[in-house]
C-alpha cells in the first residue's frame, strides 16, 4: 500500500542525507583559506542564516495546508512567473547533480579506483542513482532513515580514528582572522548546505505538519554538527598550514591514521566506501528533485519519466570542465550565484506575494 | 524464457568473475624503504641530480613455505625524482612497483645543502596519492645508499628494518620520529625541524640523535643527550633512563612519563619559560647495608641531584640551539597559538629574537617508587 505520507523522522533524515555529501570533504580547507583558524565561525553563522528561511517556509505551508510547493507558487504569482523560476530551479539541479557526481568521480578515481576512466564511475553511478530517484517520496524518505545512522557512523568513524593522533592546540589562535572575510566564508559554507531545497518538496506530506519545523531544525543542528566535527578533527590532525595544501582533507586526514597495534592502513578506503553511501543518498534526493521539478514544469501526473533522460544530461555536463580545478572554479560559482536565486529569494518571493495574496482576498 | 536465464546466467559467470583483469600479490612490488642521495656528477644541472634507492622484500622469501633464499631486493639509479626512478627500474623488475607501504625515506647528508631538491622532493611525496603520509624521515651521516645496502642482508619482514627500529623506539627519547605529515607541518610553523639520524657502525645502522633542518637545508647534528632533553621540552616524555652520580653512589632513574608546560610572554623583550614534570622510579642503586632508598630524606635528595641533572643538560641544549638559531621546541609555535597578537609584531624578526630570548626552565622529579628492596 502506498500512503504517499512520511514521518517527520523521514523528514529529518532526508535534510541530513541530502545535505552531507561532496561538501563535507573539500570544507574544512575551503575555509581555512578564507578565515584561517576560525572557519568555524562561518559554518555556524551559515547554518544560523538557514533558519529564517526554514521558518518562512514552515509559515508559507501552514498558509495553504495540504497543498505543495508547485500549487502554492502557480496560485500565489502566477504560472508563466512561477514557471521560469521552475525553470531556473531545474538547470540548477542539473549543475548541482553534475557537480556532486563529477566530484564523486574525481575523488573516487584518485583514491580508490586508479584505473578505472571517469566516465565509467559517473554513469554507473548515475544509474544506480536514477533507480531510487524514480520512487515516490515515501521511499525516498526510507532510504533516507537508513542512511541517516551510517552518515553518524562515518563522523564518529572519523572522530574514533583521528583522535589519538591529534594535536588539539592547532585550532588556536581562536578569534583571530580576518572578519573583513567573513562573508565570503559564509557564502562558501553555505554552499556546503545545498541541498536543503527537499524539504520543499516532503513538506506538504508530512503526516504531522505542526511539528516539522521542530525536526527540520534539529536535523540543521546535526548537519552543524557533522560540520564542525569534520573541521576541527581535519585543523587539528594538519595544523592551519597543512590544511590549506589539501583538497579533499576530510579524507587526507584518514589516510594520516595508523591504528594501535598496526593492524590496518590506509583507513581511506573504509571512510571511502562510506562516503559513497552519503554521496548516493544525497544524489538521489536531487535527483528526485530536478524530475519533480520538471514534470510540473511540463505537467505530467509523475516525475519518473524525467529520471533517465536527465542522465545523459548531467553526464555531459559534468564531463564539460578540463580538469578538477575548473569544476570546482567554474561549477561551484555559478551554483553559488544560482542557489540564492533558488534556495533565498524563491522562498522570500513565493512568502511575500503569498502574504499579499491573502491580504487582497481578505479585503 | 527459460533457456535465456540459462544462457545469461552463463555469459554472466564468464563476464562477472572480476578475474580478467587480476594481479597477483607476488606480481607486485612493494618497496619499503627509500633512500636519496645527491648526485654531484651532476652539478649544474636541472634534472638528473638525484641517486635514488629502493628497497623491497622478496615476497617469495616471506612466510612459511618460501621458496627463495634471498630477502630482499635493492636497486638504485640516477634520476630526477622518486617516482621517475620506479619508472627508469621498470626496465630491470619484472613487474611494477607499488608504493602504498613506503614506510623508510632516508636522505643522505650531502641533499641536505640543496634547498630547491629538498623542496621538490617534499613536495612530490605530499602530492602523491598512493604513499602513506606516515613515512618515517631520517637522515643519513654518509650516504643513504649505504645505510639500506647495510641492512640489506640482514633479517626481513615485511615492513621493513629500520621502519621497525623507529616504530618500536617510539618509547624512546634518544631520537625523535618525524613522519612526512609532522615534517611538513614543523616547516610550516617554525622553519625548523629536528628528524632521527642514521649511522652506519661497524657495518650495521645505528640510529642515534637527530639532525636539525631548518629552511629546508641541514643546519646541525644533535646527540642522543641533547635529543632527550629536547624531546622533554617538546613534551614528549616517554620511558627513559636517566644515570646521575649522587654522593659519589651512581643512581638508575627510569621516567615513565612526564608533562611540560610552556609560556612565552614579552616583557623587556621576550621572555620563555618551560617547566617539566617528571615521574618515575628508582631503577638501581648499590648494594650497602648503610644506604638505603627507603627514606624520604634520601629520596628527595635524589630527586634534587636528578632535577639539577636534566636542568643542567637543558639550559646547554638551549643555549646550543640559540647559538645555531634553530627554534625546535616550539617557543614560536606557542607564540603564534596562545599570544597572536604579540606573535604578528614579532614575527618578521623571530630569526633575530630567538637566540636573545630569556629562558626560565624548571625541572621538577618525582621518585614515585623505589622497586622491590628497601
Same mark, same amino acid.
Given at each position: 500500500?502506498?500512503?504517499?505520507?512520511?514521518?517527520?523522522?523521514?523528514?529529518?533524515?532526508?535534510?541530513?542525507?541530502?545535505?552531507?555529501?561532496?561538501?563535507?570533504?573539500?570544507?574544512?580547507?575551503?575555509?581555512?583559506?578564507?578565515?584561517?583558524?576560525?572557519?568555524?565561525?562561518?559554518?555556524?553563522?551559515?547554518g544560523?542564516?538557514?533558519?529564517?528561511?526554514l521558518?518562512?517556509?514552515?509559515k508559507?505551508?501552514?498558509?495553504?495546508?495540504?497543498?505543495?510547493?508547485f500549487?502554492?507558487?502557480?496560485?500565489?504569482?502566477?504560472p508563466?512567473?512561477?514557471?521560469?523560476?521552475?525553470?531556473?530551479?531545474?538547470?540548477?539541479?542539473?549543475?548541482?547533480?553534475?557537480?556532486? $557526481?563529477?566530484?564523486?568521480?574525481?575523488?573516487?578515481?584518485?583514491?580508490?579506483?586508479?584505473?578505472?576512466p571517469?566516465?565509467?564511475?559517473?554513469?554507473?553511478?548515475?544509474?544506480?542513482?536514477?533507480?531510487?530517484?524514480?520512487?515516490?517520496?515515501?521511499?525516498?524518505?526510507?532510504?533516507?532513515?537508513?542512511?541517516?545512522?551510517?552518515?553518524?557512523?562515518?563522523?564518529?568513524?572519523?572522530?574514533? $580514528?583521528?583522535?589519538?593522533?591529534?594535536?588539539?592546540?592547532?585550532?588556536?589562535p581562536?578569534?583571530?582572522?580576518d572578519?573583513?572575510?567573513?562573508?565570503?566564508?559564509?557564502?562558501?559554507?553555505?554552499?556546503?548546505?545545498?541541498?536543503?531545497?527537499?524539504?520543499f518538496?516532503c513538506?506538504?506530506?508530512?503526516d504531522?505538519?505542526?511539528?516539522?519545523?521542530?525536526?527540520?531544525?534539529?536535523?540543521?543542528i546535526?548537519v552543524t554538527c557533522?560540520?564542525?566535527?569534520?573541521?576541527?578533527?581535519?585543523?587539528s590532525?594538519?595544523?592551519?598550514?597543512?590544511?590549506?595544501?589539501?583538497?579533499?582533507?576530510?579524507?587526507? $586526514?584518514?589516510?594520516?591514521?595508523?591504528?594501535?597495534?598496526?593492524?590496518?592502513?590506509?583507513l581511506?578506503?573504509?571512510?571511502?566506501?562510506?562516503?559513497?553511501?552519503?554521496?548516493?543518498?544525497?544524489?538521489?534526493?536531487?535527483?528526485?528533485?530536478?524530475?519533480?521539478?520538471?514534470?510540473?514544469?511540463?505537467?505530467?501526473?509523475?516525475?519518473?519519466?524525467?529520471?533517465?533522460?536527465?542522465?545523459?544530461?548531467?553526464?555531459?555536463v559534468?564531463?564539460?570542465?578540463?580538469?578538477?580545478?575548473?569544476?570546482?572554479?567554474?561549477?561551484?560559482?555559478i551554483?553559488?550565484?544560482?542557489?540564492?536565486?533558488?534556495?533565498?529569494?524563491?522562498?522570500?518571493?513565493?512568502?511575500?506575494?503569498?502574504?499579499?495574496?491573502?491580504?487582497?482576498?481578505?479585503? | 524464457?527459460?533457456?535465456?536465464l540459462?544462457?545469461? %546466467?552463463?555469459?554472466?559467470?564468464?563476464?562477472?568473475?572480476?578475474?580478467w583483469?587480476?594481479?597477483?600479490?607476488?606480481?607486485?612490488?612493494?618497496?619499503?624503504?627509500?633512500?636519496?642521495?645527491?648526485?654531484?656528477?651532476?652539478?649544474?644541472?636541472?634534472?638528473?641530480?638525484?641517486?635514488?634507492?629502493?628497497?623491497?622484500?622478496?615476497?617469495?622469501a616471506?612466510?612459511?613455505?618460501?621458496?627463495?633464499?634471498?630477502?630482499?631486493?635493492?636497486i638504485?639509479?640516477?634520476?630526477?625524482?622518486?617516482?621517475?626512478?620506479?619508472?627508469?627500474?621498470?626496465?630491470?623488475?619484472?613487474?611494477?612497483?607499488?608504493?602504498?607501504?613506503?614506510?623508510?625515506?632516508?636522505?643522505g647528508?650531502?641533499?641536505?645543502?640543496?634547498? +630547491?631538491?629538498?623542496r621538490?622532493?617534499?613536495d612530490?611525496?605530499?602530492?602523491?596519492?598512493?604513499?602513506?603520509?606516515?613515512?618515517?624521515?631520517?637522515?643519513?651521516?654518509?650516504?643513504?645508499?649505504?645505510?639500506?645496502?647495510?641492512?640489506?642482508? +640482514?633479517?626481513?619482514?615485511?615492513?621493513?628494518?629500520?621502519?621497525? %627500529?623507529?616504530?618500536?623506539?617510539?618509547? %624512546?627519547?634518544?631520537?625523535?620520529?618525524?613522519?612526512?605529515?609532522?615534517?611538513?607541518?614543523?616547516?610550516?610553523i617554525?622553519?625548523t625541524?629536528i628528524?632521527?639520524?642514521?649511522?652506519?657502525?661497524?657495518?650495521?645502522?645505528?640510529?642515534?640523535?637527530?639532525?636539525?633542518?631548518?629552511?629546508?637545508?641541514?643546519?646541525?647534528?644533535?646527540?642522543?643527550?641533547?635529543?632527550r632533553?629536547?624531546?622533554?621540552?617538546?613534551?614528549?616524555v616517554?620511558?627513559?633512563?636517566?644515570?646521575?652520580?649522587?654522593?659519589?653512589?651512581?643512581?638508575?632513574y627510569?621516567?615513565?612519563?612526564g608533562?611540560?608546560k610552556?609560556?612565552?610572554?614579552?616583557?623587556?623583550?621576550?621572555?620563555?619559560?618551560?617547566?617539566? +614534570?617528571i615521574?618515575?622510579?628508582?631503577?638501581?642503586?648499590?648494594m650497602?647495608?648503610?644506604k638505603t632508598?627507603?627514606?624520604?630524606?634520601?629520596?628527595?635528595?635524589?630527586?634534587?641531584?636528578?632535577?639539577?641533572?636534566?636542568?643542567? +643538560?637543558?639550559?646547554?641544549?638551549?643555549?646550543?640551539?640559540?647559538?645555531?638559531n634553530?627554534?625546535?621546541?616550539g617557543?614560536?609555535?606557542?607564540?603564534?597559538?596562545?599570544h597572536?597578537?604579540?606573535?604578528?609584531?614579532?614575527?618578521? %624578526?623571530?630569526?633575530?629574537?630567538?637566540?636573545?630570548i630569556?629562558?626560565?626552565?624548571?625541572?621538577?622529579?618525582?621518585?614515585?617508587?623505589?622497586?622491590?628492596?628497601?
Amino acid at each position: 500500500m502506498q500512503r504517499n505520507t512520511i514521518s517527520n523522522q523521514h523528514i529529518k533524515a532526508l535534510l541530513v542525507t541530502t545535505i552531507i555529501g561532496v561538501g563535507m570533504l573539500s570544507l574544512p580547507s575551503e575555509l581555512a583559506m578564507i578565515l584561517e583558524n576560525d572557519g568555524w565561525i562561518a559554518i555556524i553563522l551559515a547554518g544560523l542564516m538557514l533558519i529564517p528561511f526554514l521558518i518562512i517556509i514552515d509559515k508559507l505551508f501552514s498558509m495553504f495546508p495540504n497543498k505543495s510547493i508547485f500549487e502554492i507558487g502557480r496560485e500565489v504569482m502566477g504560472p508563466t512567473i512561477f514557471g521560469i523560476i521552475l525553470i531556473i530551479q531545474a538547470i540548477y539541479t542539473i549543475i548541482v547533480l553534475a557537480y556532486t $557526481v563529477r566530484i564523486f568521480g574525481e575523488v573516487i578515481k584518485v583514491y580508490i579506483l586508479e584505473t578505472t576512466p571517469i566516465e565509467v564511475i559517473i554513469i554507473t553511478m548515475l544509474l544506480a542513482t536514477a533507480y531510487l530517484s524514480r520512487s515516490k517520496i515515501e521511499v525516498l524518505g526510507r532510504m533516507a532513515v537508513m542512511i541517516y545512522p551510517i552518515i553518524i557512523g562515518l563522523v564518529v568513524f572519523l572522530l574514533a $580514528v583521528t583522535l589519538p593522533d591529534m594535536d588539539y592546540t592547532n585550532i588556536f589562535p581562536i578569534f583571530n582572522a580576518d572578519y573583513k572575510q567573513l562573508p565570503r566564508g559564509i557564502m562558501t559554507a553555505v554552499f556546503s548546505y545545498t541541498g536543503y531545497e527537499i524539504i520543499f518538496l516532503c513538506y506538504n506530506y508530512s503526516d504531522d505538519n505542526k511539528n516539522t519545523l521542530k525536526y527540520v531544525l534539529r536535523g540543521l543542528i546535526v548537519v552543524t554538527c557533522v560540520y564542525l566535527i569534520v573541521f576541527f578533527t581535519s585543523l587539528s590532525s594538519f595544523g592551519i598550514y597543512q590544511l590549506k595544501r589539501e583538497i579533499w582533507p576530510s579524507v587526507a $586526514v584518514v589516510k594520516e591514521v595508523n591504528l594501535p597495534g598496526y593492524f590496518l592502513e590506509n583507513l581511506d578506503g573504509i571512510m571511502l566506501a562510506i562516503w559513497v553511501i552519503a554521496i548516493y543518498a544525497s544524489l538521489t534526493s536531487i535527483f528526485y528533485i530536478g524530475g519533480a521539478v520538471l514534470s510540473n514544469i511540463s505537467k505530467t501526473k509523475t516525475h519518473e519519466l524525467f529520471i533517465l533522460p536527465l542522465i545523459p544530461i548531467i553526464y555531459t555536463v559534468a564531463l564539460l570542465p578540463d580538469n578538477l580545478v575548473q569544476t570546482n572554479e567554474i561549477m561551484a560559482r555559478i551554483i553559488s550565484y544560482a542557489a540564492i536565486i533558488a534556495r533565498v529569494i524563491l522562498p522570500i518571493i513565493i512568502f511575500i506575494s503569498a502574504i499579499i495574496r491573502k491580504r487582497r482576498s481578505r479585503a | 524464457m527459460r533457456r535465456k536465464l540459462l544462457i545469461m %546466467s552463463i555469459i554472466s559467470l564468464i563476464l562477472m568473475s572480476g578475474c580478467w583483469d587480476k594481479e597477483e600479490i607476488e606480481q607486485r612490488l612493494f618497496v619499503t624503504d627509500i633512500g636519496i642521495d645527491l648526485n654531484e656528477e651532476a652539478k649544474g644541472s636541472d634534472v638528473d641530480r638525484l641517486i635514488v634507492t629502493y628497497q623491497y622484500p622478496n615476497i617469495n622469501a616471506i612466510g612459511k613455505n618460501a621458496t627463495e633464499e634471498q630477502r630482499t631486493y635493492l636497486i638504485s639509479t640516477i634520476s630526477s625524482s622518486i617516482f621517475q626512478a620506479g619508472r627508469e627500474f621498470r626496465n630491470r623488475v619484472p613487474f611494477p612497483f607499488y608504493y602504498k607501504h613506503v614506510k623508510v625515506l632516508i636522505v643522505g647528508e650531502s641533499l641536505l645543502k640543496e634547498e +630547491e631538491l629538498v623542496r621538490q622532493i617534499l613536495d612530490e611525496l605530499n602530492r602523491d596519492t598512493k604513499t602513506n603520509k606516515k613515512i618515517m624521515i631520517l637522515v643519513a651521516e654518509g650516504k643513504a645508499r649505504d645505510i639500506l645496502q647495510a641492512n640489506y642482508s +640482514e633479517d626481513q619482514h615485511t615492513d621493513g628494518v629500520i621502519y621497525s %627500529s623507529v616504530r618500536d623506539n617510539r618509547s %624512546s627519547a634518544r631520537f625523535t620520529p618525524k613522519t612526512l605529515t609532522d615534517f611538513i607541518s614543523d616547516f610550516d610553523i617554525s622553519n625548523t625541524t629536528i628528524v632521527p639520524r642514521i649511522i652506519l657502525e661497524n657495518g650495521k645502522f645505528k640510529i642515534s640523535g637527530g639532525c636539525i633542518i631548518k629552511n629546508y637545508k641541514f643546519l646541525e647534528w644533535v646527540d642522543e643527550k641533547e635529543n632527550r632533553v629536547i624531546n622533554f621540552m617538546n613534551g614528549e616524555v616517554n620511558l627513559e633512563t636517566i644515570d646521575v652520580v649522587h654522593n659519589d653512589d651512581l643512581i638508575i632513574y627510569t621516567i615513565i612519563r612526564g608533562d611540560t608546560k610552556k609560556d612565552a610572554y614579552i616583557e623587556n623583550g621576550v621572555k620563555a619559560s618551560i617547566n617539566v +614534570e617528571i615521574e618515575g622510579y628508582l631503577q638501581g642503586y648499590t648494594m650497602n647495608d648503610k644506604k638505603t632508598a627507603y627514606d624520604n630524606k634520601v629520596l628527595l635528595e635524589m630527586e634534587n641531584t636528578i632535577e639539577k641533572e636534566i636542568k643542567a +643538560e637543558m639550559e646547554k641544549t638551549i643555549d646550543k640551539l640559540q647559538e645555531i638559531n634553530a627554534d625546535i621546541i616550539g617557543i614560536g609555535e606557542h607564540m603564534s597559538k596562545f599570544h597572536p597578537r604579540d606573535w604578528e609584531k614579532i614575527q618578521d %624578526s623571530w630569526d633575530n629574537i630567538f637566540p636573545e630570548i630569556e629562558f626560565d626552565v624548571t625541572v621538577n622529579v618525582h621518585i614515585r617508587r623505589t622497586g622491590l628492596t628497601k
